[in-house]
């Protein structure tokens, strides 16, 4: 998958965890990016608009 285009930034809930942050990619057409940003390299995980909406809605249990 081309990423080279991707912008990241710091996840806003990311900010307030003590260095255990998540940089998320949301400009790439169709496609919804996440990283750790202490392991950039480890993997990304992609999801979908409509999966990604839902995973960032959904309460914890």
Do not use: Q, Y
Not at 46 to 58: L, M, S
């Amino acid at each position: 998958m081309d990423m080279t285009d991707a912008h990241w930034r710091t996840a806003t809930r990311s900010s307030n965890n003590g260095g255990d942050c998540v940089e998320v990619a949301d400009n790439l057409p169709g496609r919804i990016l996440v990283r750790d940003s202490k392991d950039r390299a480890g993997g990304t995980l992609t999801f979908t608009p409509d999966a990604w909406r839902a995973f960032v809605t959904t309460p914890p249990r």
